[in-house]
Nanobody
Framework: QAQLMESGGGSVQAGGSLRLSCAAS????????MGWFRQEAGKEREGVAI???????IYGDSVKGRFTISKDNAKRTLYLQMDSLKPEDTAMYYC??????????????????????????WGQGTQVTISS
């Protein structure tokens, strides 16, 4: 099973930037669909961005134009560059990997993102806090 480790969260003021990183195994980064999801306390998990094995990216509407997902297979790392941050971006951010990507695509297209651990591997999460 894939293992994931996030880093890079923190606290910044609105308008600032942060970059999240997610370390993965060589097999995971090259063959799994990978993505970033977030969850505010008391709210449902939300899809932020995914990158499919062919390199295609899909973004949530609330982050389009501000966030960029990328991965470096040589460094076995998934990234999320977050610019023009807003207070509403405050959440726990989770890196995830799914071999086929069906749950990823359903979450991004329908908003049905209740955590699935049967087919999706999750990192431990990293907190992002944006102050106004």
């Amino acid at each position: 099973q894939a293992q994931l480790m996030e880093s890079g969260g923190g606290s910044v003021q609105a308008g600032g930037s942060l970059r999240l990183s997610c370390a993965a195994s060589e097999r995971t980064i090259s063959t799994y669909q990978m993505g970033w999801f977030r969850q505010e306390a008391g709210k449902e998990r939300e899809g932020v961005a995914i990158v499919q094995s062919d390199g295609t990216t899909i973004y949530g509407d609330s982050v389009k134009g501000r966030f960029t997902i990328s991965k470096d297979n040589a460094k076995r790392t998934l990234y999320l560059q977050m610019d023009s941050l807003k207070p509403e971006d405050t959440a726990m951010y989770y890196c995830a990997a799914e071999l086929g990507g069906a749950w990823f695509r359903r979450c991004m297209s329908t908003g049905a993102c209740a955590p699935n651990s049967a087919t999706v591997t999750w990192g431990q999460g990293t907190q992002v806090t944006i102050s106004s």
